[in-house]
């Protein structure tokens, strides 16, 4: 079955340092979704990528689809405290409505 | 109202008990899923409802039965669970098929 990996598995960073997670999938990824879940918390949607080559921001967050479509990625810049969390990429199998996560990346920043 | 409530928040319970997790959802979402997360791992899909009707079945064992009632509520019923089932399980909803998830808040279950 299809396999969506996310390096690296953890991150520790200073706050102000820049993150990113890195997304790949053995298939082609059909649309992309990024989640972010707190600790103790539930996944919450932050964006979808469509179109290959897609680059999309919000405020510190970069999100990327690659140009073949088999990876992804996120980037934080000048990450903060609030950034805290484990990072998922998703691939939305629309044909079976499924929706399958990445490994995910916990990011974790000391202040 | 952009929430799914999902009840109880804990739950513990024995091998041959027989319980039932809820998730509600007023958004008018059609299509609703269970999740099953462990501890430090992704969630894994387990149902997908689809306008009230199940699409998909992930192969989850038959101690897991799903209902969904109506287009605002999904249940999932729970019965001769094992240990290694404790974990959170999570409720979502969208709009449809290639749509954003909205979760609910979980119930972490455990199975003693």
């Known amino acids: 079955g299809q396999q969506v990996m996310q390096i690296p598995q953890y991150q520790h960073v200073q706050e102000g340092e820049d993150f990113t997670t890195y997304c790949n999938s053995s298939t082609t990824l059909s649309n992309i979704q990024w989640y972010k879940q707190r600790p103790g918390g539930h996944p919450v949607f932050l964006i979808q990528?469509?179109?290959?080559?897609e680059v999309k921001k919000q405020k510190r967050l970069t999100f990327q689809f690659g140009e073949a479509k088999k990876n992804s990625s996120l980037h934080i810049t000048a990450t903060q405290t609030t950034d805290v969390g484990t990072y998922f990429c998703a691939d939305l199998n629309t044909g079976f409505q499924k929706l399958v996560f990445g490994t995910g990346t916990r990011l974790l920043v000391s202040p | 109202d952009t929430e799914v409530t999902q009840t109880p928040k804990h739950l513990v319970m024995g091998m041959t008990n027989k319980k039932s997790l809820k998730c509600e959802q007023h958004?008018?979402?059609?299509?609703m899923y269970w999740y099953k997360q462990k501890a430090k791992k992704p969630p894994e899909l387990m149902f997908v409802y689809s306008y009230e009707k199940l699409s998909i079945n992930e192969s989850v064992p038959s101690r897991f039965s799903p209902e969904c009632p109506n287009s605002s509520l999904l249940n999932l019923h729970l019965h001769a669970l094992q240990p290694e089932d404790s974990a959170l399980y999570l409720c979502?909803?969208?709009?449809?098929?290639?749509?954003?998830?909205?979760f609910g808040s979980g119930t972490q279950l455990s199975v003693l």
């Open positions: 979502a909803s969208s709009w449809g098929a290639a749509e954003k998830l909205f």
């Open positions: 958004m008018g979402h059609r299509a």
């Open positions: 990528l469509v179109k290959s080559g």
